[in-house]
C-alpha cells in the first residue's frame, strides 16, 4: 500500500483516537485544538512521507507527531499556568508537562468516554449524534448531512453551536453516572448504528461498500459490550446486527466491484464465524424485558442469512416488520415488510400494500413496485424502474436498475446515458 492510500486509511482509524486522547488530556473545552493538532498531524504525514518514505510502524509515527505537536501546543498557550511555574513553561521540558497517554487501554477508555461526553443530555439528540460522526468517526459533512436528510449548512451550524455549548461547559471525559448511562446510551448506539448504515450503503461515496466504517463501528460497539458500563441487551443486539450484515461482505461485491444482490449472493462466501458470533451476541441480547429495534433488526438480518427459501423464514420476518413499524417506523422498513408480504401472498396483494404507501418522491418505492409488477405488466414495471433511475444517486443503484429493465424485454436498453 503506498502513501496515497495508507494515509486515508489511517485517517479513518487514527484521527478520531488522537482526537479522544486529547480531548482527555486538554478537557473538552479544547475540542478545536484536539481536532486541529490531530488534523496537523496527518498533513505532516502527506508533507512528509512521500520524500522520506512510509515509516516502519506508521501508527506510531502518527502518535508521537501528534504528541509532540500536543507538547508544543501545551507550551504556547501555557494550559497549564496555574499548575506549572511560568520558569518552568519558559523553559519547557518534557518532564514538566502532563503526560499524554496513547496506550492502547486510554486510547479505549477515550474513545468511549468520548462517545458519552457528546451524548450530553443538554445537547439536541441530532447534535450528539452529528458531533460523534464527525469527531470521533471521521465523516465528512456531506455524509452527516446524507444521514440527516439535511443541507451541509445545517450541519455546520449545529456542530458550532454544540461545540461551543461543550466548551461553555467544561464537561469532563469520564463514564456519565449511572442513572445517566441509560439516557446517553441511546444516542451513542444511534451513532454507531449511522456509521455502520453509512459503510454498508453510502450514497455519497459512490461504492458499492466502505468496509472500514462498517468495522470501526463493530470495534466501538465490541468496546461497549466489553465494558461493565455499558454491557447492556441493547448493544449486543446492535452487534448481532452488524455481524450478521458483515458476514455477507464477500458475497455482497462481484468480481468487477458491482453490486451482487442478496438471491445472487454465493452462500460459500458468506462468513460463517461471523453469522456465529451474531447468533452469540442474539442470545446475550435476549436478557432483560426491553425489546429495542436493533433485537428485531438482528432477529430479521439472522433470517436472511438463511438462504433457503420457505414460508417460514418469510413469515417471521414480516411478523418482526409489522413489530418494528410499531416501535419505529420508517419508508425502508415499510418497503421491506411489503417484499416479504410479497413472498408469502404473492405479488398482487403486495402491490395493493405498496400502493398504500404513496412514496412518490423515494426511488425505493418505485424500485419495489417495478419488481413487483415484473411479469404481472412489464409496462408499468419499465415505468418504476425509469422513475426509480431518474432518482437514484450511486451507480451501484443505476446498474441494478439497469439490469432489471433489461430483463423485461430481450435486447432492452433504457434511453438514459449514466456515464461519467
Same mark, same amino acid.
Given at each position: 500500500?503506498?502513501?496515497?492510500?495508507?494515509?486515508?486509511?489511517?485517517?479513518?482509524?487514527e484521527?478520531?483516537?488522537?482526537?479522544?486522547v486529547?480531548?482527555?488530556?486538554?478537557?473538552?473545552?479544547?475540542i478545536?485544538?484536539?481536532?486541529?493538532i490531530?488534523?496537523?498531524?496527518?498533513?505532516a504525514?502527506?508533507?512528509?512521507?512521500?520524500?522520506?518514505?512510509?515509516?516502519?510502524?506508521?501508527?506510531?509515527?502518527?502518535?508521537?507527531? $501528534?504528541?509532540?505537536?500536543?507538547? %508544543?501546543?501545551?507550551?504556547?498557550?501555557?494550559?497549564?499556568s496555574?499548575?506549572?511555574l511560568?520558569a518552568?513553561?519558559?523553559?519547557?521540558d518534557h518532564?514538566f508537562?502532563p503526560?499524554?497517554?496513547l496506550?492502547?487501554?486510554?486510547?479505549?477508555?477515550?474513545q468511549?468516554?468520548?462517545?458519552?461526553?457528546?451524548? &450530553?443530555?443538554s445537547?439536541?439528540? #441530532?447534535?450528539?449524534?452529528?458531533?460523534s460522526?464527525?469527531?470521533?468517526?471521521?465523516?465528512?459533512?456531506?455524509?452527516?448531512?446524507?444521514a440527516?436528510?439535511t443541507?451541509?449548512?445545517?450541519?455546520?451550524?449545529r456542530?458550532?453551536? $454544540?461545540?461551543?455549548?461543550?466548551c461553555?461547559?467544561?464537561?469532563?471525559?469520564?463514564?456519565?453516572? #449511572?442513572?445517566?448511562? %441509560?439516557?446517553?446510551?441511546?444516542s451513542v448506539l444511534?451513532?454507531?448504528?449511522?456509521?455502520?448504515s #453509512?459503510?454498508?450503503?453510502?450514497?455519497?461515496?459512490?461504492?458499492?461498500?466502505?468496509?472500514?466504517l462498517?468495522?470501526?463501528?463493530?470495534?466501538?460497539?465490541?468496546?461497549?459490550?466489553?465494558?461493565?458500563?455499558?454491557?447492556?441487551?441493547?448493544?449486543? $443486539?446492535?452487534?448481532?446486527l452488524?455481524?450478521?450484515? !458483515?458476514?455477507?461482505?464477500?458475497?455482497?461485491?462481484?468480481?468487477?466491484g458491482?453490486?451482487?444482490?442478496?438471491?445472487?449472493?454465493?452462500?460459500?462466501?458468506?462468513?460463517?464465524?461471523?453469522?456465529?458470533?451474531?447468533?452469540?451476541?442474539?442470545?446475550?441480547?435476549?436478557?432483560?424485558?426491553?425489546?429495542?429495534k436493533?433485537h428485531?433488526? $438482528?432477529?430479521?438480518?439472522y433470517?436472511?442469512?438463511?438462504k &433457503?427459501?420457505?414460508r417460514?423464514?418469510?413469515?417471521?420476518?414480516?411478523?418482526?416488520?409489522d413489530?418494528?413499524?410499531?416501535?419505529?417506523?420508517?419508508?425502508?422498513?415499510?418497503?421491506?415488510?411489503?417484499?416479504?408480504?410479497?413472498?408469502?401472498?404473492?405479488?398482487?396483494? !403486495?402491490?395493493?400494500?405498496?400502493e398504500?404507501?404513496?412514496?412518490?418522491?423515494?426511488?425505493?418505492?418505485?424500485?419495489?413496485?417495478? &419488481?413487483?409488477?415484473?411479469?404481472?405488466d412489464?409496462?408499468?414495471? #419499465?415505468?418504476?424502474f425509469l422513475?426509480?433511475?431518474?432518482?437514484?444517486?450511486?451507480?451501484?443503484?443505476?446498474?441494478?436498475?439497469?439490469?432489471?429493465?433489461?430483463?423485461?424485454?430481450?435486447?432492452?436498453r433504457?434511453g438514459?446515458?449514466?456515464?461519467?
Open positions: 500500500m503506498d502513501h496515497q492510500e495508507l494515509i486515508p486509511h489511517l485517517f479513518r482509524t484521527f478520531r483516537k488522537i482526537t479522544a486529547l480531548c482527555n488530556a486538554f478537557g473538552m473545552d479544547h478545536e485544538a484536539a481536532e486541529d490531530a488534523a496537523d498531524t496527518f498533513l504525514a502527506l508533507q512528509t512521507w512521500p520524500y522520506r518514505g512510509i515509516p516502519d510502524h506508521p501508527s506510531a509515527w502518527l502518535y508521537a507527531t $501528534a504528541k509532540n505537536k500536543a507538547f %508544543n501546543y501545551i507550551q504556547r498557550n501555557k494550559l497549564y496555574t499548575k506549572i511560568p518552568q513553561i519558559r523553559n519547557a518532564r508537562l503526560d499524554i497517554d496506550s492502547d487501554q486510554n486510547i479505549r477508555d477515550s468511549l468516554q468520548m462517545l458519552f461526553a457528546l451524548c &450530553k443530555p445537547l439536541p439528540v #441530532e447534535a450528539q449524534i452529528a458531533l460522526l464527525r469527531i470521533l468517526c471521521g465523516l465528512g459533512i456531506d455524509e452527516i448531512a446524507r440527516f436528510l443541507s451541509k449548512e445545517t450541519i455546520h451550524k456542530l458550532y453551536r $454544540a461545540k461551543e455549548k461543550l461553555a461547559e467544561k464537561e469532563a471525559l469520564r463514564f456519565p453516572p #449511572e442513572h445517566e448511562i %441509560n439516557e446517553r446510551l441511546g444511534a451513532t454507531l448504528y449511522l456509521l455502520f #453509512e459503510g454498508y450503503y453510502s450514497e455519497i461515496h459512490d461504492s458499492v461498500m466502505r468496509e472500514e462498517c468495522l470501526e463501528a463493530m470495534r466501538l460497539v465490541s468496546l461497549l459490550t466489553e465494558d461493565r458500563h455499558t454491557d447492556r441487551p441493547a448493544v449486543h $443486539a446492535l452487534l448481532a452488524m455481524c450478521f450484515h !458483515a458476514s455477507r461482505f464477500k458475497a455482497r461485491k462481484g468480481a468487477s458491482e453490486m451482487v444482490l442478496y438471491e445472487d449472493q454465493d452462500e460459500t462466501l458468506w462468513d460463517q464465524a461471523l453469522i456465529s458470533r451474531g447468533v452469540e451476541c442474539l442470545h446475550k441480547a435476549s436478557r432483560g424485558e426491553v425489546v429495542s436493533y428485531l433488526e $438482528a432477529a430479521i438480518a433470517w436472511h442469512t438463511v &433457503k427459501e420457505s417460514e423464514k418469510w413469515e417471521h420476518i414480516l411478523n418482526l416488520y413489530r418494528l413499524l410499531q416501535l419505529e417506523a420508517s419508508p425502508i422498513a415499510a418497503l421491506n415488510r411489503v417484499f416479504a408480504l410479497s413472498k408469502i401472498k404473492g405479488k398482487e396483494a !403486495a402491490i395493493k400494500e405498496a398504500k404507501l404513496k412514496l412518490l418522491e423515494n426511488p425505493y418505492y418505485h424500485t419495489l413496485l417495478g &419488481k413487483l409488477y415484473t411479469g404481472l412489464d409496462g408499468i414495471a #419499465e415505468k418504476h422513475e426509480a433511475l431518474s432518482r437514484v444517486r450511486t451507480r451501484a443503484d443505476q446498474n441494478i436498475l439497469q439490469r432489471h429493465l433489461s430483463g423485461l424485454k430481450p435486447g432492452f433504457p438514459l446515458d449514466f456515464s461519467p
